[in-house]
């Protein structure tokens, strides 16, 4: 667990104005919250697997700084072998990367920090800069990437590293296990009275993400073309202490324009997300309203040859509205 | 075959019959055959005990619930009229609703209503 106090880090970041959406100021329900940054280099290789080769880790709650180290590479040597490990002081590495982490922020899918990283080579710093972040969980974000020219690859083959840092919210044992049971619904209505709604269930296990998908909800256009909207997304969500169920909703929505006639249809298609947070008591649902269309795409229908139509999507979907209902639910044996 | 047996049922019930069949019919095998079982059937019907056995009885009557006489049947019907009733409207139900949502009527009730707002927290995907 990181000790250290951030109070000025806090303070620097509000005097320089950066800040990181909404989550710049940890809530009083997040400040338990317990989270895991993880530094870890990758590497590819000519001769043996692919794969993460070192990890550092540390565990810090909002307001708390830590820092994380990796090394690949013995020093003196230009290749990558041997010597790869965390938490190496840098000096005896051919290439050592170090980030200083503040923990600003920690909710459910928006892990706010500020990270300083430096990478060196053969003891000397190189590379490195400061930045602020919103790390999802389970994302992993690229930091650096080193190249291995031919000749210097080793007897091990290493051509590349990568590094990564990513932040997890750490689940409390008494609720690690617990199994979330989703029930969403996608309902869309055209503001004529048609409707049309679709059910389906996903389930995930606390803190992790769960995946949906609905069936497109499509219109042959006179042209030839078709249009479809199809919806999908991902939620993430974890039991609380006090039984509220606290969940990361992302749906997705694809807009798209085919020519349904031949075999392999050309198709045209914009794709939106968004993520909202919200807490949900027992039994309780939460609808979630897509924004209306916009934009458009164009495509010969029928004949290639023939000029693009042209689809106006807030045009064709004006007064549609596409939601998501998601209801949530611990299971129970 | 038919034949065979009417004459013989008749005979059997102590009606009157056509001597002349009688005997056309008795004197084939197909025939014979039939008048033995006739008999045979009699017979064994007339062995078994018609009434159920006593054990049989006595559990039975502990089985039931004793309950006032002339409100048995109107108070069956009242109950298949509900039962009816309930089955049907589930099976409309479920037939309306299966052309729209497999598994659940309808959406649940929300108690809570978000909406995206484009480029706040609803954006284009790169």
């Known amino acids: 667990m990181g000790s250290k106090a951030v109070v000025a880090g806090l303070v620097a970041a509000a005097a320089t104005g950066l800040s990181i959406g909404a ?27 692919s794969g993460w080769w070192a990890e ?34 840098s ?13 600003i922020s920690a909710s459910i899918d928006r892990i706010g920090v500020r990270v300083s990283w430096r990478r060196f080579d053969g003891g000397a710093a190189v590379a490195g800069d400061t930045r602020e972040l919103v790390l999802a969980e389970q994302t992993r974000y690229p930091l650096d990437f080193l190249s291995v020219s031919e000749p210097d690859r080793g007897g091990c083959g290493a051509a590349s590293a990568s590094v990564e840092i990513s ?26 009275g048609g409707r049309w709604s679709e059910r389906t269930l996903a389930s995930a296990r606390q803190g992790e993400q769960a995946e949906f998908w609905f069936t497109p909800v499509t219109w042959p256009l006179p042209s030839g073309c078709d249009v479809a909207v199809k919806v999908s997304g991902e939620i993430r969500g974890r039991l609380r202490d006090d039984g509220t169920i606290e969940m990361a909703v992302s749906p997705s929505r694809r807009l798209e324009h085919t020519v349904p006639a031949i075999r392999f249809p050309d198709r045209r298609a914009g794709s939106e997300t968004g993520k909202k947070v919200v807490d949900v008591g027992p039994g309780q649902s939460v609808r979630f309203v897509l924004p209306s269309a916009t934009g458009s795409s164009g495509l010969p229908c029928g004949d290639p040859q023939a000029p693009a139509l042209r689809v106006d999507w807030a045009a064709l979907l004006a007064n549609h509205q596409t939601s998501i209902i998601v209801r949530p639910s611990v299971r129970r044996q | ?50 009434d159920p056995h006593p054990e049989f009885v006595a559990r039975l009557r502990s089985s039931l619930v004793p309950r006032r006489p002339g409100l048995v049947r109107p108070a069956l019907a009242a109950a298949a009229v509900l039962v009816l009733a309930f089955l049907g409207g589930w099976w409309m139900g479920v037939h309306r609703d299966a052309a729209r949502a497999p598994g659940a009527a309808s959406p649940p009730a929300v108690t809570r209503t978000l909406t995206f707002e484009r480029n706040v927290d609803w954006h284009d995907v790169p």
Not at chain 2, 9 to 33: F, H, Q, Y
Request: aromatic fraction near 4%; charge should be negative; hydrophobic fraction near 45%.
């Open chain 1, 23 to 49: 989550a710049q100021v940890p809530p009083a329900s997040a400040s338990r919250t317990v989270v895991t940054v993880r530094l870890r280099v990758s590497g590819t290789s000519t001769v043996a697997p």
């Open chain 1, 56 to 89: 550092s880790v540390e565990h810090l709650r909002a307001g708390e700084s830590g820092r994380v180290s990796v090394n690949a590479g013995k020093i003196g040597a230009q290749s990558l072998c041997g010597g790869i490990g965390a938490g190496a002081s």
């Open chain 1, 91 to 103: 000096s005896d590495a051919a290439h050592a990367w170090t980030a200083d982490i503040v923990l």
């Open chain 1, 167 to 192: 932040a997890d919210v750490a689940e409390p044992a008494s609720l690690a296990e617990t199994i979330l049971d989703y029930e969403i619904w996608r309902v869309h209505e055209d503001g004529r």
């Open chain 2, 1 to 50: 075959m038919n034949d065979v047996f009417e004459v013989l049922s008749a005979l059997l019930d102590g009606e009157d019959v056509d001597i002349e069949r009688l005997m056309g019919v008795l004197a084939t095998a197909d025939g014979r055959d039939a008048l033995a079982d006739f008999l045979r059937t009699r017979q064994v019907v007339r062995a078994d005990d018609a």
